[in-house]
């Protein structure tokens, strides 16, 4: 059964701190995404990442930064966590064009005290 | 930047009937569109996809309808069922490598019995 695991379902940090969530996917996907989700909002990219050491901005790149030092691996980076980072955060993988599905994980509540 | 969006956030059904959700987008260089589910606690998953040189798709239950003209994207579902209720979003992307989905911001499905 194919999956995306993120590290944590749950998490608390104080602000400035700073926070890390891990993502691994066992597809050999290419492509991997974090996306933040807030009601009324829907889905917004923060980064993503279309091959190992590389990345691109996403719509919400403020504030976050990305490591992709294995391709199984796709770590989302807080530098100074502020409440208004509070948000689920999902991550998510997909084949080098997209096609087919992309495979997500099942989520980190992050919140930011 | 242009997105994808849908026209309502909420829908109520009940259960039996069919249901249609409506997606629009802006992006006209979007060949490929997906519809997820999302339940509560979970992270999205996939349901159906389309290719741009398509007009229709069928699943079990599931049918995607696609409008490049006016660029509009349905989802409906037969026959529907408490377990359907969730919230459903559409993406798309375009056939090139690196190219992350652009999602909408969701319509919740309720379904009562």
């Known amino acids: 059964d194919v999956k995306v695991t993120q590290s944590s379902r749950y998490l608390v940090k104080r602000t400035g701190e700073k926070v890390f969530l891990e993502c691994v996917q066992d597809?050999?996907?290419?492509?991997m995404f974090w996306y933040r989700q807030d009601p009324g909002l829907g889905l917004r990219l923060i980064y993503f990442?279309?091959?190992?050491?590389?990345?691109e901005k996403g719509d919400i790149p403020e504030g976050y930064s990305v490591s992709r030092e294995k391709k199984e691996r796709f770590s989302l980076i807080l530098e100074s966590a502020s409440t208004n980072q509070t948000s689920m955060y999902l991550c998510?993988?997909?084949?080098?064009?997209?096609?087919?599905?992309?495979?997500f994980g099942q989520g980190t509540r992050l919140t930011v005290v | 930047g242009e997105s994808v969006g849908l026209h309502l956030p909420t829908l109520s059904v009940q259960e039996g009937d069919n249901s249609i959700i409506n997606c629009a987008y802006s992006?006209?260089?979007?060949?490929?569109f997906i519809w997820y589910k999302q339940e509560s606690g979970k992270g999205p998953q996939f349901i159906i996809d389309?290719?741009?040189?398509?007009d229709k798709r069928q699943g079990q239950r599931v049918t995607v309808l696609l409008n490049k003209t006016v660029k509009h994207l349905s989802l409906q579902i037969a026959a529907t069922q408490p377990g359907d209720s969730a919230v459903y979003f559409c993406?798309?992307?375009?056939?090139?490598?690196?190219?992350?989905?652009?999602f909408g911001k969701g319509t919740t499905l309720s379904v009562s019995s």
């Open positions: 597809m050999d996907h290419e492509n």
């Open positions: 993406a798309e992307t375009f056939n090139q490598a690196g190219t992350a989905l652009i």
């Open positions: 990442s279309y091959d190992v050491k590389m990345k």
């Open positions: 992006n006209s260089a979007s060949d490929y």
């Open positions: 389309i290719r741009s040189n398509m």
């Open positions: 998510a993988s997909s084949t080098q064009t997209g096609r087919g599905s992309a495979f």
